[in-house]
Nanobody, 121 residues
């Protein structure tokens, strides 16, 4: 079955950095767009970033533009999220997703289990 296994979450002070990784198995990784979403306590899950199948196109939520970078390594079946200049409002559970990349939206087929990111002020 499809498995997306996030790692790299943790606790960091404001202004710090974290790098999330998500190796995928059970699917043809290079055929899927990949994305990151997050969900803060009491809030709905929201889009963070997405990348096309070959990495040529990327989308970001306005709230993370210029601070977060999504990338992928098709040889390793892994998608990454480099998060810099972290803010307390970035605190959330971050989810990896596999699906269809679109200019205006990302259609998710598979979800990971999530990894907690906590940013303290």
């Amino acid at each position: 079955q499809v498995q997306l296994l996030e790692s790299g979450g943790g606790s960091v002070q404001a202004g710090g950095s974290l790098r999330l990784s998500c190796p995928a198995s059970g699917l043809t990784f290079r055929s899927y767009g990949m994305g990151w979403f997050r969900q803060a306590p009491g809030k709905e899950r929201e889009f963070v970033a997405a990348i096309s199948v070959n990495g040529g196109y990327r989308n970001y939520a306005d709230s993370v533009k210029g601070r977060f970078t999504i990338s992928r390594d098709n040889a390793k079946n892994t998608v990454y999220l480099q998060m810099n200049s972290l803010r307390p409002e970035d605190t959330a559970v971050y989810y990896c997703a596999a699906g269809r990349y679109g200019i205006s939206r990302f259609e998710t087929n598979y979800w990971g289990q999530g990894t907690q990111v906590t940013v303290s002020s």
